[in-house]
T-cell receptor, first 113, second 110 residues
């Protein structure tokens, strides 16, 4: 099992450019999450999904969109990147009904110039 | 807003010593979890304690939960260099989401 994988690992964008971050999990988990981590602030929830075809806003959703067309994939999109979106992005998944622990991907480091 | 707050923000100890960090939270919880993050890596789950439990052990880890004080502590005994990492508490409000604190950075000196 690969667990949770994230693509790409690192990306540099110019202000105004768009990109999509891909998260994939092979554990048949229902729930998936996108977080951003900034120095000294821990993890903040951007968007999450409780099942295929569903999405919901988290704590800091502005400037991001998500889609969950397949159960194993959760995409995070930035339509017009801003320097404030420079961060490390983590995806996580869990089964919740059996155990509430989340499994994290290795992260995507994004730099917006 | 973040539910949990860890204290201290940073901790430096000698190998073999114990490390204790605390987490305080604001509202009633379903359970509280602790995660570890090694530099540049994703978070890894360490231990979960439910709201009706007071203490839990896992190897060299001991977690306590005091719901009356809305606080938890994580104790790492006989620390090793490999324990150097950031440690985060996360609270489950029973709404399918976790709220993470800002973390405690632990450095274990050889």
């Amino acid at each position: 099992n690969a667990g949770v994988t994230q693509t790409p690992k690192f990306r540099v964008l110019k202000t105004g450019q768009s990109m999509t971050l891909l998260c994939a999990q092979d554990m048949n988990h229902e729930y998936m999450y996108w977080y951003r981590q900034d120095p000294g602030m821990g993890l903040r929830l951007i968007h999450y999904s409780v099942g295929e075809g569903t999405t919901a806003k988290g704590e800091v959703p502005d400037g991001y969109n998500v889609s969950r067309l397949k159960k194993q994939n959760f995409l995070l999109g930035l339509e017009s990147a801003a320097p404030s979106q420079t961060s490390v992005y983590f995806c996580a998944s869990c089964r919740w009904t059996e155990q509430e622990t989340q499994y994290f991907g290795p992260g995507t480091r994004l730099l917006v110039l | 807003s973040q539910q949990g707050e860890e204290d201290p923000q940073a901790l430096s100890i000698q190998e073999g010593e114990n490390a204790t960090m605390n987490c305080s939270y604001k509202t009633s919880i379903n359970n509280l979890q602790w995660y570890r993050q090694n530099s540049g890596r994703g978070l890894v789950h360490l231990i979960l304690i439910r709201s009706n439990e007071r203490e839990k052990h896992s190897g060299r880890l001991r977690v306590t939960l005091d719901t009356s004080k809305k606080s938890s502590s994580l104790l790492i005994t006989a620390s090793r260099a490999a324990d150097t990492a950031s440690y985060f508490c996360a609270t489950d409000l029973n709404d399918y989401k976790l709220s993470f604190g800002a973390g405690t950075t632990v450095t274990v000196r050889a």
